[in-house]
Each structure stands twice: as structure tokens, then as C-alpha cells.
């Protein structure tokens, strides 16, 4: 209710700047002639755009065996974009994959976001946003008794809002393919020019505390003994190693 409350008050403040600017308007032209200050290239696209590819680990399906796809945007310095839950402010991303039937989509795994603070008057947001080159994996799984000697195109639907640090930029939903040979099990399967980041994002992916191996979760009272009528309080405390740090499912307000 809290947050709700919140979100709430930021969306009031935006609200009466837009009628303050409306009214402003000089007669005789709209709003989208008259220069407003950080808007002025609204909905054009940046000359320094993220853009997305549709990508492989290996260089090609075997039927059978799942083999890691992605997609990787590029994200040059000075821009960002949206996580799938991005918290005050943003449109989410959504990636979503066609396959032929048969095959088994495994679900996205995204690397974990960066927290971008924004001061609004009095108000400060905080956003789930990815401010370098991201890939987002999921596997991909051909039937066992598929045909081999051919090719499969995989289809995908992107969309993502991505800004800089004067103006965001509406979503654009694209259609990205990718097409791979299936091989016989036991044929050469190469990896290509982007297994190195596959690898490299697997090891940022968050994994659930259950199954962490770099994080201890224990409670404790704040006293060593509790007798019948005592008033103690529990902390739960958690321990994680040096170079991990744990991911909250909303970005943390300051």
C-alpha cells in the first residue's frame, strides 16, 4: 500500500505538469511543434540506439539435445534499457520464441539488472535497468526423432524501451529469426563468435537462495537466553561471499 501510495503521487506530480505545459501551448499550434525541454526528439530514434540479435551458442541443433539461444543487445555508453519487471518507471521488456512443434522452449534466464535512481521534485524513483551489452538465454530442444540434414528457423517477438540520459524512446516490437542446421549426435558442433558471452552471462545469472552455494541464511535473537514473559526480537540475517550480492525482485528505494 505503501509503494502503491507512492506511485501514486509520482504519477499526480507528472500529471500536473503535463496540464501546465497544455495550457502553455500557444494558440494555433500543437504540442508536438513546441520544443519542451528533454522531449524535444521524442519518439525519434537515437543516433546511438540499443539494438537486439537473435543468437546461437553452438552452430547448430542436434535432435535431442538442448542447445542455449539468446538475445543479445547492444547497449552503446550513454544508454539503457528496461528489465522484464523494470519498478517505478519504464516499459518491460518482453521477449517471447516460436518454434516448430515438438520442440522445447525453456524458459528466459536474464542476468541481473542495474538499479538506475532518478530525482523527481521531491520524489526519488528507482528502476531495474541494463546499462551495458546484456544477453538473455533460454534452451532450445529438437524432438529426438527429428530430421536431420535440414534447417530449423526459430522466430521471435522483442520488445523493449530503451533511453538516454534526455529522452526514452516508445517500444518497438521486432521480429527476429534465426536458422541453424540439425546434425546427426556425435557431428561437430562448433561453438560460435558468441559462446564466450554465454559463458561469460551464465556465471551473472541469479540463482535462487535455496540453491546458492555463496549465500547463508540464519536467524538470531538479540539475546543469548529467553525466559517465560521475555520480549526478544529475531532477526534473519544473511551471509553472502565477497564478489555476490543479492537481487531483490523490486528495485530498493532510498
Not at 40 to 67: C, H, I, Y
Request: aromatic residues 10%; hydrophobic residues 35%; contains cysteine.
Amino acid at each position: 500500500p505503501v509503494l502503491l501510495e507512492r506511485e501514486a503521487s509520482v504519477f499526480q506530480a507528472l500529471l500536473r505538469t503535463t496540464l501546465v505545459i497544455t495550457l502553455a501551448c500557444v494558440p494555433g499550434m500543437s504540442l508536438a511543434q513546441q520544443a519542451i525541454p528533454g522531449f524535444e526528439n521524442f519518439g525519434a530514434p537515437a543516433a546511438d540506439k540499443v539494438t537486439a540479435q537473435f543468437v546461437s551458442e553452438k552452430s547448430a541443433l542436434v535432435p535431442g539435445q538442448p542447445t542455449s539461444v539468446g538475445f543479445l543487445f547492444n547497449v552503446p555508453e550513454g544508454t539503457y534499457f528496461y528489465y522484464k519487471s523494470p519498478g517505478s518507471f519504464g516499459v518491460p521488456t518482453t521477449i517471447s520464441i516460436e518454434a516448430p512443434p515438438g520442440f522445447k522452449v525453456g524458459e528466459l534466464q536474464w542476468p541481473g539488472p542495474d538499479v538506475k535512481y532518478t530525482e523527481l521534485g521531491k520524489e526519488t524513483t528507482a528502476d531495474f535497468v541494463y546499462k551495458h551489452d546484456t544477453l538473455v538465454i533460454a534452451e532450445v530442444t529438437p524432438p529426438a526423432d527429428f530430421t536431420t540434414g535440414g534447417s530449423v528457423t526459430l522466430k521471435a517477438r522483442v520488445s523493449f524501451q530503451y533511453c538516454t540520459d534526455k529522452n526514452c524512446f516508445p517500444p518497438s516490437p521486432e521480429q527476429l529469426t534465426l536458422s541453424l542446421p540439425v546434425i546427426e549426435q556425435g557431428a561437430e558442433n562448433s561453438d560460435t563468435n558468441n559462446a564466450a558471452t554465454f559463458a561469460k552471462t551464465r556465471r551473472a545469472l541469479p540463482v535462487p537462495g535455496t540453491e546458492s552455494q555463496y549465500a547463508q541464511v540464519r536467524a538470531v535473537f538479540n539475546q543469548s537466553a529467553i525466559r517465560p514473559g521475555d520480549k526478544a526480537e529475531l532477526a534473519v540475517v544473511v551471509d553472502v561471499e565477497p564478489g555476490y550480492h543479492i537481487q531483490m525482485h523490486r528495485p530498493p528505494v532510498k
